[in-house]
Each structure stands twice: as structure tokens, then as C-alpha cells.
């Protein structure tokens, strides 16, 4: 059965928790799909992931909607989630409708992730109004790397708790239907998240969220550089396929693959013939 919003909302008043998984391409996405996950998030973590960018900043409109699409064609139950890239919705208002509309019409997603607290109150309104579901990214929000100074735990001083308190509170008031929470201290994570009726999808916040979302290749132990504390590997698929494709490249260098049961037969009088072809 196809997940909505309603699954969003009907989880958090039941309390049951909400499992989302990144994902940027049709095979993945159909993987993750036939196992009954919730959610699927297309972030721009794309840029690291699949496009080998140092951060998601040079993440594009085409890039989203492109890898959008191939998750919605592989993901049929699933509620897809996908971001909106670096300078689609900061430059104003209108910005922020025109491109989720993109998102929705060209890339087939269910909603729109953006990041940002109380500076987006209107954004998140507008693109809400426009009957476009928005989820809300606050915490660490690798958008603003610059601006914060680095990748780092948010909300750790009475100041910076106040800010986000204030940030899911402008969310949740605009009208999202879910907010992600980034790199957010456990307990703080967990008093936000009964401040508000919309759920929480923690990534590196602890279990006092009411989903929890992480970066597929990240969890399956598929390599790169990335191991940040929050993140468990749930399989070391890296491994598993560094040794398939070894294993893999000896067998042609001794040319052990392929072998009889992977061709296929003609019948030996028609190679007869072709040798008496000029
Ligand atoms: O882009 C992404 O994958 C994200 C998650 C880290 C929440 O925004």
C-alpha cells in the first residue's frame, strides 16, 4: 500500500517509528521498496554519494529531478522524499514554489525536503499552499557549511538549543508534514521531538525521534571516507563486492569465466560451413 502523509502523521499518534533510507537510482529504490520501507529520501547527499562532490552544494535542479525519477519509477509504496539543492529555494519565495513544483511534476517525488528553521517560515507556507507535502531539515543543514563553520553537532549551548526550539516550532507552523533532525544532541532531539505533533526523522539525534533516516551507502558499509559516529554498519557490502569483482577479474585473466553454462550453442555444421566461407 502506497505510504502518504497520512503514514507520517498516523505513525507519529500511534508511536511507531518510521524507518527512511536514501536512495538515487531505480535499482536501490526497488530493493528498499519490496521490503516495506516507509521512506525514501533522494537527498543531495547525491552529490557526495553518486557524484563524487566534496559537499552538496554544486547539487543542481536536473541532478535531483533526474535521480528523482528513476527512484519513483523503481519505488511503487514507498513515500518519496526529495531535496531541494543548494540555491532552489533560498534566492525568494517564488523560487522555492516554481522549483518543488519541478520536483513534484518532472522528478515524481511525494514531497520536498528543504533545510532551514525560522528564515524559510514563508517558503515552507507557500510551497505547502501549493498542495506540495514539505519536510523540514534543521540541526546540522550541510547546505549552509559555509555559514556554520564546518559539519558539527548543533544545540550543544542554551543559545543554539533555544534556536532550534524556535526552528521546528517555525517548521511545524508552516506547515510540514515531518522535519528531519541533524546531528542534534540525543536528549535535546528527544525534547523537540515532544514539542511538536509532526514527526522527527533523527539522523545522528538519538532514539527519541520518531523515525530515523541514514544514507544507504553509508549503513551498508559501502566505502568512502564518511564515518561519523551515528552511523551503524548494518553490513559491510564494500567488502562483498571489492571480493566478487576480484574474484570476478582472476577468473577472466585465467579464463576460468565464462564458463560452459554461461554461452551459448549454435550447431557445429554451421561453424563447418563458415570455415569453407571466403
Ligand atoms: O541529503 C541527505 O541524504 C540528507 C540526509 C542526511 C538527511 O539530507
Known amino acids: 500500500?502506497?505510504?502518504?502523509?497520512?503514514?507520517?502523521?498516523?505513525?507519529?499518534?500511534?508511536?511507531?517509528?518510521?524507518?527512511?533510507?536514501?536512495?538515487?537510482?531505480?535499482?536501490?529504490?526497488?530493493?528498499?521498496?519490496?521490503?516495506?520501507?516507509?521512506?525514501?529520501?533522494?537527498?543531495?547527499?547525491?552529490?557526495?554519494?553518486?557524484?563524487?562532490?566534496?559537499?552538496?552544494?554544486?547539487?543542481?535542479?536536473?541532478?535531483?529531478i533526474h535521480h528523482s525519477a528513476a527512484v519513483a519509477r523503481g519505488a511503487k509504496n514507498a513515500f518519496i522524499v526529495t531535496d531541494m539543492p543548494f540555491m532552489s529555494y533560498q534566492t525568494s519565495v517564488y523560487d522555492a514554489v516554481y522549483n518543488a513544483g519541478r520536483i513534484i511534476k518532472e522528478g515524481r517525488a511525494d514531497a520536498v525536503?528543504?533545510?532551514?528553521?525560522?528564515?524559510?517560515?514563508?517558503?515552507?507556507?507557500?510551497i505547502v499552499k501549493a498542495s506540495i507535502p514539505v519536510v523540514g531539515h534543521i540541526g546540522l543543514t550541510p547546505q549552509s557549511v559555509n555559514a556554520l563553520g564546518g559539519m558539527k553537532v548543533q544545540g550543544r549551548n542554551i543559545e543554539d538549543a533555544k534556536r532550534l526550539l524556535a526552528d521546528i516550532k517555525a517548521v511545524e507552523e508552516s506547515g510540514a508534514c515531518a522535519v528531519v533532525l541533524e546531528c542534534v544532541p540525543a536528549k535535546l532531539a528527544e525534547f523537540l521531538t515532544s514539542k511538536v505533533s509532526i514527526p522527527t526523522i533523527g539522523i545522528g539525534a538519538g532514539a527519541g525521534?520518531?523515525?530515523?533516516?541514514?544514507?544507504?551507502?553509508?549503513?551498508?558499509?559501502?566505502?568512502?571516507?564518511?564515518?561519523?559516529?551515528?552511523?551503524?554498519?548494518?553490513?559491510?557490502?564494500?567488502?562483498?563486492?571489492?571480493q566478487a569483482v576480484t574474484a570476478y577479474m582472476e577468473e577472466v585473466r585465467s579464463s576460468v569465466f565464462p564458463a560452459e553454462e554461461h554461452t551459448y550453442k549454435i550447431d557445429e555444421s554451421v561453424i563447418e560451413q563458415l570455415k569453407g566461407t571466403n
Open 113 to 126: 525536503k528543504l533545510e532551514g528553521g525560522v528564515g524559510f517560515k514563508d517558503h515552507i507556507s507557500a
Open 1 to 64: 500500500m502506497k505510504n502518504t502523509v497520512n503514514t507520517l502523521k498516523e505513525a507519529k499518534e500511534q508511536g511507531r517509528k518510521i524507518s527512511m533510507i536514501t536512495a538515487y537510482d531505480y535499482t536501490a529504490a526497488k530493493l528498499f521498496d519490496e521490503i516495506g520501507i516507509e521512506c525514501i529520501l533522494v537527498g543531495d547527499s547525491l552529490g557526495n554519494v553518486v557524484l563524487g562532490y566534496e559537499d552538496t552544494l554544486s547539487v543542481t535542479m536536473e541532478d535531483m
Open 209 to 242: 525521534c520518531d523515525g530515523q533516516v541514514l544514507v544507504y551507502t553509508d549503513m551498508l558499509g559501502m566505502g568512502g571516507d564518511f564515518n561519523p559516529k551515528f552511523v551503524k554498519k548494518f553490513a559491510m557490502c564494500g567488502d562483498i563486492m571489492r
